[in-house]
């Protein structure tokens, strides 16, 4: 058989999960559409400072796929889309796909001159809405693709019309209405990934009621030097350098009142911001508060590298409650489970390390599949899951998943 | 050190809802939210572990057992849904069971709050109260009322209780407060106790 007379494959998704399913099944000659909803590829993962456990930018291994992907005539990516219905079986599916407007073309040459043109601004979400970007605006310095993006809020409107008339190349495209596209694929691989925990379900957190308690998620952007405050680790609410930074392990995990399961990568995750708080601000206290670290396998050299640091005081109990000061500071309370003491500890800056909820749980498949109790894609079915929408896991684990799903898929199609 | 389970095996069969701590893993959001964490010395947690530990004289004896007051507060909370509550109850009662008194203020209050109920088939603001204060005898009880005036009084404020409950006859006929069919009630209680006994048994 011939690459024409066989079926594509179609991969939801365009984070590590999903590019490394699409790389593997492209390189084995097989055709792949890649459909991802943001407006650039990489997922989470391209909003990281740094990796576990090497501490490397993630960045590196992000340019490599995307090498990779850009030599590879075989992979079509359409973002800003989303796969709005499914019909068939497994060699034989029916994909409508809707991809909204970018309202810029691709004579774009990331230039810049809209983004000065507009003053309209919105919350940037690859910041995680800790700062504001222009209307118009490069989701961010190494975007794949790297074009700019019109913001509907303002496609109709004379600040519309300026990023327009700014434009040297005729790439802004304000008639642009989207499209709707059918594809005749042979086998889908869902790998729409996961979405942190909204940490305002927590009540006795006060997530809400304070700024200098961030996400983890957040914290990596407070650390990455194109993040918002171009890597200074700075306290959201004032602009200060915090002195005594907490990290609360299992927020929303492990809890039957939130995400029943370990999320897996969150005592990693804060395990590594560890680190960056001990590169950058050298003088200030670290405490991570904690049920059990769980560092599985290799990751576990890490956990004892980190510890043998005695940079990091690791108190042993699930923080129960957090008390926003007038000053800004925060007051934890718990029970620390190794001496019995139940105390109040007051800090000025806290990361709560939220874990993965699928985005299986958020937003369902639109087609006949089976999910775990807890919103997780089962395995075996005709829509094949990979990497996080699967299971809580790292990068690792979610390439190995591409490939694995890569093979199914080739299976599927060959039917 | 000398593991032996049959203390926790007790408590899993025979104290109310006792199987459940099982599930607990030793978070410590249960002590830490509760609004007497600073009387308990203990808090559920920490007697999970020592009914593990197989300490029995420590855990039925232990006042904290006696001091939740059922806000529930834990019990929502708790990461793996453990009805901390009920079991703090449970071991509660399972003491008293066993002739134990871990607080003896509490189990006063119990018994009066408990016999108001037995007798009228309601909770009744100053029946409950007086019941409590004279179980020691009409003097040790008006001094103990003495010293509970200002708690008195500030439930008066806050209408959570009448003075006119305090007027003759009022006190003295705690009947005219009956429910119809107490005497059904009382028979529906006996049965309880009679499936609790047995199991406490
Ligand atoms: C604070 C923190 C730090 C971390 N640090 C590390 C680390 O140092 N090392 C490590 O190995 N792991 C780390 N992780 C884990 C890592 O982020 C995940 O393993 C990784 O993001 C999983 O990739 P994924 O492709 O499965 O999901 P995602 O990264 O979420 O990618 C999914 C993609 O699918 C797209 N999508 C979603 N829904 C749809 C849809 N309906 N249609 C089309 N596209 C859709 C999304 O826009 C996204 O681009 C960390 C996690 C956290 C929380
Ligand atoms: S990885 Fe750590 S912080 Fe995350 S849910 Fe598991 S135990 Fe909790
Ligand atoms: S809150 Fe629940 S899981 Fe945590 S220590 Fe208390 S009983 Fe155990």
Redesign the pocket.
């Known amino acids: 058989m011939t690459d024409e007379t066989k079926k594509a494959i179609l991969v ?7 590019l490394s399913a699409a790389l593997e099944a492209a390189e084995a000659g097989y055709q792949v559409v890649l ?4 407006a650039y ?1 990489g ?3 391209a909003q ?1 400072h ?3 456990p090497k501490l490397c930018p993630p960045y590196c291994g992000l340019e490599i796929n995307f090498r990779r992907v850009k030599s590879n005539p075989r992979i079509t990516i359409h973002t800003l889309a ?2 709005t219905s499914i019909e068939g079986a497994p060699g034989d599916f029916t994909v409508k796909v809707k991809v909204s407007p970018r309202y810029v073309n691709d004579k774009c040459t990331a230039c810049g001159k809209c983004a000065d043109a507009v003053s309209a601004t919105i919350p940037n979400p690859f910041n995680y809405g800790l700062d504001q970007i222009k209307a118009a605006y490069l989701p961010h310095d190494l975007a794949m693709p790297l074009r700019y993006v019109i913001d509907p809020s303002i496609a109709g409107t004379d600040e519309g019309q300026k990023a327009a008339a700014a434009c040297p190349y005729g790439a802004v495209d304000l008639g642009d209405a989207g499209q709707e596209l059918s594809l005749n694929v042979g086998a889908v691989i869902w ?4 979405t ?1 925990y909204d940490p305002s379900k927590i009540e006795y957190y006060n997530f809400d009621k304070s700024p200098n308690i961030v996400t ?2 957040q914290f ?1 952007r407070l650390a990455a030097v194109n993040g918002p405050t171009s890597g200074a680790i700075q306290r959201p609410g004032d602009g200060a350098a915090p002195k005594k930074v907490a990290f609360i392990q299992c927020a929303g995990s492990r809890d039957e009142n939130h995400l029943p399961f370990c999320s897996s ?2 005592c990693l ?1 804060s395990l ?1 911001q560890s680190t960056y708080v001990m590169e950058k601000l050298p003088e200030a206290e670290i405490t991570i508060y904690f049920i059990d670290i769980r560092a599985m396998d290799r990751n576990e050299d890490f956990y004892t590298k980190v510890k043998a640091s005695n940079k990091v005081q690791f108190v042993k109990s699930k923080i129960a409650m957090i008390t926003p000061q007038a000053n800004g500071n925060l007051i934890l309370e718990g029970e620390n489970t190794a001496t019995g003491e139940r105390f109040k500890a007051e800090h000025d800056l806290v990361v709560l390390a939220t874990g ?1 909820q699928p ?1 299986t749980a958020l ?1 369902q498949v639109p087609f006949d599949v089976t999910y775990d109790p807890y919103g997780f894609l089962t395995s075996g079915q005709a829509v094949i899951g990979v ?2 929408v699967r299971r809580p ?4 684990t ?1 390439v190995q998943d591409g490939t694995s799903a890569a093979l199914k898929a080739i299976q599927a199609v060959g039917r | 050190m000398d593991y032996n389970q049959t203390f926790a095996k007790e408590v899993y069969e025979k104290v109310d809802s006792g199987d459940e701590i099982k599930v607990c893993m030793q978070c410590g959001v249960c002590g830490a939210t509760c609004p007497l964490r600073g009387e308990m010395k203990y808090g559920p947690r920490q007697i999970w572990s020592l009914i593990r530990a197989g300490r029995r004289d420590e855990v039925l004896n232990n006042p904290d057992i006696m001091l939740c007051t059922s806000c529930y507060t834990c019990q929502v909370r708790c990461p793996r849904g453990v009805p901390i509550m009920e079991v703090m109850h449970g071991l509660a009662h399972y003491a008293l069971a066993q002739g134990i008194v871990p607080r003896a203020e509490t189990a006063k209050f119990g018994k009066a709050f408990w016999e108001g109920i037995y007798d009228t088939g309601r909770v009744d603001e100053a029946v409950v109260p007086i019941k409590y204060c004279l179980q020691d005898g009409l003097v040790a009880g008006l001094k103990k009322s003495l010293g509970m005036m200002d708690i008195g009084l500030a439930l008066m404020k806050a209408k959570r209780m009448k003075p006119k409950m305090f007027i003759p006859p009022n006190i003295f006929i705690p009947g005219v407060h009956k429910i119809k069919g107490v005497k059904q009630l009382q028979r529906m209680l006996d049965k309880a106790a009679a499936i609790d006994a047995a199991k406490e048994a």
């Open positions: 939801v998704g365009g984070g590590m999960s999903g459909v991802e909803k943001n590829v997922g989470r993962v990281l740094q990796y576990f989303e796969v790998a729409a990934g996961w942190p983890n998620v990596e990568i969150c995750a590594k993965m985005n937003s990497g996080t896991s790292e990068v690792v979610c």
